[in-house]
T-cell receptor, first 112, second 112 residues
Framework: EDKVVQSPLSLVVHEGDTVTLNCSYEVTNFRSLLWYKQEKKAPTFLFMLTSSGIEKKSGRLSSILDKKELFSILNITATQTGDSAVYLCAVQRQGGSEKLVFGKGTKLTVNP | DGGITQSPKYLFRKEGQNVTLSCEQNLNHDAMYWYRQDPGQGLRLIYYSQIVNDFQKGDIAEGYSVSREKKESFPLTVTSAQKNPTAFYLC???????????FGDGTRLSIL
């Protein structure tokens, strides 16, 4: 059975701290791994990773994939209160469908 | 503006009642999805459709039904057979295998 595990499940930090969120997976016929940020409503897309070792960056956020060890990390530097959200990791399988398998998410709280 | 519109934002269901959640997109995406989100559970796939007039069951389809008569629309009916319907329902769409899924703002369904 396909599985996506995120850790930690929750995290509380102070503004300015750097955080690392983890996502490990066991998925048949891996195609890609995606990160989303969910505040109150719709998850918003952050990154899609398909190749090992290539870092993707967007401002203070960055992510990298290790297809040999089957995990990804999401880094957030110089955290701000606006980074407080649930961060979701999802994996897409190959095989003609675009279905995603989601982890349970990491709830990040950034205190001023 | 292009996007995914879900309605209503909040919905209450009486015992034995069927209710229908609306999802409309103007992104010209072929694929559409319905997810259910429960606290601490992540997102779970209910149904998905890759093309008009075709759809497949996801991981938790029991008690739900869908239709896909138009490319823009993918309504979800929560039937009386769904014994625990209280949850946050998210609709998503995707433009292709190498494109991320984008989400609507969700509908929160509760039991009266």
């Amino acid at each position: 059975e396909d599985k996506v595990v995120q850790s930690p499940l929750s995290l509380v930090v102070h503004e300015g701290d750097t955080v690392t969120l983890n996502c490990s997976y066991e998925v048949t016929n891996f195609r890609s791994l995606l990160w989303y940020k969910q505040e109150k409503k719709a998850p918003t897309f952050l990154f899609m990773l398909t190749s090992s070792g290539i870092e993707k960056k967007s401002g203070r956020l960055s992510s990298i994939l290790d297809k040999k060890e089957l995990f990804s990390i999401l880094n957030i530097t110089a955290t701000q209160t606006g980074d407080s959200a649930v961060y979701l990791c999802a994996v897409q399988r190959q095989g003609g469908s675009e279905k995603l398998v989601f982890g349970k998410g990491t709830k990040l709280t950034v205190n001023p | 503006d292009g996007g995914i519109t879900q309605s209503p934002k909040y919905l209450f269901r009486k015992e034995g009642q069927n209710v229908t959640l609306s999802c409309e997109q103007n992104l010209n995406h072929d694929a559409m999805y319905w997810y259910r989100q429960d606290p601490g559970q992540g997102l779970r796939l209910i149904y998905y459709s890759q093309i008009v007039n075709d759809f497949q069951k996801g991981d938790i389809a029991e008690g739900y039904s869908v239709s896909r008569e138009k490319k823009e629309s993918f309504p979800l009916t929560v039937t009386s057979a769904q014994k625990n319907p209280t949850a946050f329902y998210l609709c998503a769409s995707s433009g292709g295998l190498h494109q991320p899924q984008h989400f609507g703002d969700g509908t929160r369904l509760s039991i009266l």
